[in-house]
């Protein structure tokens, strides 16, 4: 008798569920991946994935929820005119009881969540304090997955890079700006194949109510990490904004995310997961960026 083909559901389908689709694929693994972008499905189509284009996981049918042994929710927040909120809430109550043979869940999250730690080091124990929305809904998001009685467990993500995904386009354009903010503002990175890598980790060991972050092993202000990227690549160097500059310079978003200085822990991601990752730090990484 042969062994059941595992079916994973990955739900919001974009960069990351890509390269873990990918990855889970050629392990043998069936992948459905949702997307609420018909060119995006046929973008995944392409990827030898089954795509789904819906835009609410509670429009996916009967069948396939009953099929489905493994979910990863990489779902990003719903804007609205009101702002933004985490639609966990209305369809995660309606789809969990559907999914019979569900063997293991992973909600994507962010050290967002954390909020300013004032450059301290943050572990998955540190109280949660979002300063922006962003933060305070995906905590209400990881929240919906960790109380659904699913056997559900969060990775909260640092800062995603990887090809196609990163900033050396801009440095190599010239003109990035960045700011020299006094203290200076810790931030965190990770990239993408460390990400993949931590999923499939999980899925083999899987540990429901578990919280991991996910960085890599070194912090270092946004100043730094642009600085070094770009003599690295070759690209000129970015211009340093004083804090004030950057206040009126930086969108609203960009704002938030520097406000946040923290060094996130990655020592129970170590512990438990990956005892070593593909990219320790962005240097390790930058000769396949350009």
């Not at 699913?150 to 909260?156: I, T, W």
């Not at 965190?188 to 499939?200: C, E, G, S, T, Y």
């Not at 690209?235 to 704002?255: D, H, I, K």
Request: with cysteine.
């Amino acid at each position: 008798m042969t062994e059941r083909t595992i079916h994973l559901l990955i739900l919001g389908c974009g960069y990351v569920g890509a390269k873990l689709a990918s990855a889970c694929m050629a392990e043998g693994m069936r992948v459905t991946g949702t997307t609420r972008s018909e060119a995006r499905a046929a973008d995944l189509d392409v990827l030898g994935l089954m795509a789904v284009s819906v835009d609410s996981p509670a429009e996916l049918s009967d069948e396939l929820l009953a099929s489905v042994d493994m979910v990863v929710d990489s779902i990003p927040l719903t804007r609205d005119a009101s702002g933004m909120f985490a639609s966990q809430l209305e369809w995660l109550p309606r789809i969990a009881p559907k999914l019979r043979h569900l063997k293991w869940a992973g909600y994507l999250s962010t050290t967002g969540v954390y909020g300013d730690a004032k450059g301290a080091w943050v572990d998955e124990s540190y109280a949660c304090n979002p300063g922006s929305a962003r933060g305070s809904e995906r905590l209400v998001a990881e929240a919906a997955w960790l109380e659904s009685g699913l056997p559900a467990e969060v990775f909260r993500l640092a800062g995603i890079y990887g090809p196609e995904r990163n900033i050396v386009g801009r440095l190599k354009a010239g003109g990035y700006k960045a700011v020299a903010w006094q203290p200076p503002h810790w931030s965190n990175r990770i990239h993408v194949d460390d990400i993949v890598a931590a999923l499939m980790a999980a899925m083999c060991k899987p540990h429901a109510g578990r919280i991991v972050n996910v960085a890599d092993d070194e912090p270092l202000p946004h100043v730094d990490y642009v600085t070094e990227l770009a003599r690295m690549m070759g690209a000129p160097s970015p211009e340093m904004l004083s804090p004030e500059q950057g206040e009126n310079v930086l969108s609203p978003m960009a704002l938030e995310f520097f406000r946040d200085n923290k060094r996130i822990s990655n020592r129970r991601l170590h512990r438990e997961l990956l005892p070593q990752l593909h990219y320790p730090s962005f240097r390790d990484a930058a000769h396949g960026l350009a």
